[in-house]
């Protein structure tokens, strides 16, 4: 996790057992250490989303600030948020079609090209109180680009042995474009 203060932080509602579920816990150091960021850097927070400069309110317009497009009074519509199918077992990875948004893991094997990393899919099984992870024969390869979101670790882990969380587009070469990625090689382990 980035920063101190997030990890004693969640170590202690671990501890205070205020986290039932332990799977629950990586997506709270994610969020905790997010927010620390956007405090330290005078970022903006919002849960979910990623970090952005916050707008100084002299630099909108009063229409702007309460969401409001200027030539009219329509409210401002919001992206649409995109759904990641989440594909835990291999079963399910056969049956990805190409074009799907998907939800993945893996651990890396090789670095057979730049921005590529070539893989195992790895099943998470969180039928119990912790996430176990095992990995699997399937291969997979992760594409990632300079616009790809790091939203824990950063390029300089993606090495062979890193254990990846990640979000992207699956096309018919078992190929993921990754648009989100996140490194979770400190904090889970294979089985």
Not at 109 to 132: C, K, N, Q, W, Y
Not at 148 to 166: C, K, P
Request: glycine letters at 10%; charged letters at 25%.
């Amino acid at each position: 996790m980035h920063g101190r203060g997030a990890t004693p932080m969640l170590l202690g509602l671990l501890r205070d057992g205020l986290v039932t579920q332990l799977s629950h816990s990586g997506y709270l150091g994610e969020e905790l250490a997010k927010a620390q960021t956007a405090l330290q850097f005078g970022l903006r927070y919002d849960q979910d989303r990623p970090l952005r400069p916050r707008e100084s309110p002299a630099s909108a317009t009063l229409p702007e600030a309460i969401g409001f497009e200027k030539q009219g009074t329509t409210p401002l519509q919001a992206p649409p948020k995109r759904s990641f199918v989440e594909v835990y077992t291999v079963k399910q990875l056969e049956s990805v079609a190409p074009n799907t948004d998907v939800d993945l893991f893996l651990s890396v094997t090789h670095l057979p090209r730049e921005r590529v990393l070539g893989g195992i899919f790895v099943e998470p099984d969180m039928t119990g109180a912790s996430r176990v992870l095992r990995g699997t024969s399937q291969r997979i390869e992760i594409e990632w680009t300079a616009a790809s979101r790091f939203v824990m670790g950063g390029a300089e882990d993606l090495v062979v042995g890193a254990i990846l969380r990640v979000f992207g587009k699956f096309d018919e070469n078992n190929l993921v474009h990754g648009e989100q990625i996140i490194v979770l090689t400190r904090v889970e382990k294979l089985t």
